[in-house]
């Protein structure tokens, strides 16, 4: 299995010195001193990102969650951007923390965040650009690979390598996620929509664009098992894929097959649904930044087809009852009737729909299954000293990740549940400073992953969120 915490290969140990976040490693002067890196070690610097830095901290009252904001808002642009440029045009190569790999679903979701600054800053305009085209390439390259290599010639850096699949210069991780595609479709919607700058939208784009939508249609698997199988040489049954790599049986409803989830775990039943859903709302999207980036008609029609033969799949095969009465949706299912209730913190969750535009906030079925989902019904709902929250089985039983208690909090009206998600994030960080992968449920102390841009930047959209709906709350200690 690929150790997240400890995978760093490929990166030169000087380089990792200078892209840790300044502190990380070394005792501080004060009790909230920066631990961003210094000026001259950042990758990238935004007049606009730093402007909104001030502005947002300054309306947090509490000295602890505002150093929280100032040390996670910044870091993927601080420490994970290597600007370039490819044929003439930019590329950004993002990282995703400590493995020095591009994941389609971390980027995505690390630049989501500035997003909304765009169109004030040039310079963050160009990162964006070269990071969308740098998806398009690597989903050219091979769509059914989760993560990337910087060098596009270059053997992975992880123990991929030895995977049996259709492994190719460039790749560092083949596993195939729904949400990967879905991610670039999503970053790809929100910089149209903030900018309506049509550059990074060319025919390279474009072509990237069908290769995605191709790719689903494959994996709803109507004449056959498709071209995707994937197993690794592994002790744990998460890392690999049953029956000759192509996984589970199911039976052909117009679902989207999935090999791994969201965490990179192996799927039980194959029609992971927060994915499934996740495509619905990012077609969607799509078939926007078709039509207006680009007045292409004709893809935008494709998409919205393909969009409406998944929902109507979902709604006649993705529910399952609650046992209350009432149904929510299931986590995994296979067309044959079989379903599997749990919840993972990795964002597509059935708990985190509403983040990526999958569910509405106040949808009577994803209320019942978000509850669900934060209750014992949820084998990876954990309860403990420390904090409440879900993990997933990707670390193991009883960690909890950040994640989730930001999700939680961006799902919710009740002041009292934001507040103390707020508690919990400020009282498990372990005097670090930044968000974690996941942490102990009664040891804040022993956690995962010291550098982890993704969970970074979603607490401070969480601080952005309660700027915007909840101003109150930011203006009182915890």
């Known amino acids: 299995m690929i150790d997240r915490r400890a995978v760093m290969a490929g990166t030169a140990a000087a380089g990792i010195t200078a892209m840790l976040p300044s502190g990380a490693a070394a005792a501080t002067t004060s009790a909230f001193a920066s631990k961003r890196p210094p000026k001259a070690q950042r990758r990238f610097t935004s007049p606009a990102v730093e402007a909104e830095i001030v502005r947002v901290k300054a309306k947090i009252a509490d000295p602890e969650l505002a150093w929280l904001f100032e040390n996670c808002y910044p870091c993927t642009l601080d420490t994970t951007v290597k600007l370039g440029e490819v044929d003439g045009k930019p590329d950004a190569f993002v990282i995703t923390g400590d493995i020095n790999a591009l994941w389609l679903r971390d980027s995505s979701a690390q630049m989501q965040t500035y997003v909304h600054l765009a169109s004030k800053d040039a310079g963050l305009r160009r990162v964006f650009h070269g990071l969308i085209q740098r998806q398009a390439r690597c989903i050219l ?153 680009r007045g292409d008609t004709a893809a935008a029609q494709d998409c919205l087809a393909l969009a409406t033969e998944v929902q109507a799949a979902l709604d006649a095969h993705g529910k399952m009852a609650d046992g209350k009465g009432s149904e929510v949706w299931a986590f995994e299912v296979d067309g044959f009737g079989n379903a599997i209730f749990m919840d993972d913190a990795n964002v597509p969750s059935l708990s985190g729909l509403p983040l990526i535009g999958a569910a509405d906030r106040t949808d009577p079925v994803f209320r019942r299954t978000a509850a669900l989902a934060w209750s014992s019904r949820n084998p990876y709902y954990f309860e403990g000293t420390a904090a409440k929250g879900i993990g997933g089985p990707h670390i193991g039983l009883d960690q909890i990740w950040p994640m989730s208690i930001l999700t939680h909090a961006m799902n919710s009206d009740d002041d009292a549940v934001i507040r103390q998600c707020l508690r919990w994030l400020k009282t498990t960080h372990a005097n670090t400073g930044f968000m974690h992968e996941s942490f102990d449920k009664d040891d804040p102390a022993k956690f995962t992953r010291t550098w982890f841009a993704w969970a970074n930047g979603l607490f401070g959209e969480l601080m952005l969120d309660l700027e915007r709906r909840k101003p109150a709350l930011l203006a009182e200690h915890y």
Not at 195 to 207: E, G, I, R, S, Y
Not at 221 to 227: L, M, N, V, W
Not at 269 to 274: A, D, G
């Open 141 to 293: 390259l091979d769509s059914y690979a989760n993560a990337y290599m910087e060098d596009p010639t270059a053997r992975s850096n992880l123990s991929a390598i030895n995977d049996k699949t259709d492994m190719k210069p460039g790749v560092a991780e083949r596993k195939w996620e729904i949400d990967s595609l879905c991610y670039t479709m999503r970053l790809a919607h929100g910089y149209w929509t903030a900018t309506h700058d049509k550059a990074p939208f060319d025919a390279l784009w474009a072509q990237g664009a069908a290769r995605a939508v191709a790719t689903f249609r494959e994996q709803q698997r109507k004449d056959g098992p498709g071209p995707y199988h994937f197993q690794r040489v592994d002790p744990s049954p998460t890392e690999t894929l049953m029956l000759r790599g192509y996984g589970a049986p199911t039976r052909k409803v117009g679902l989207i097959h999935s090999g791994f989830r969201p965490s990179d775990d192996a799927c039980v039943l194959p029609f992971l649904i927060p994915s499934n859903l996740f495509a619905v709302s990012a077609l969607k999207m799509l078939a926007q930044v078709y039509r207006e980036a």
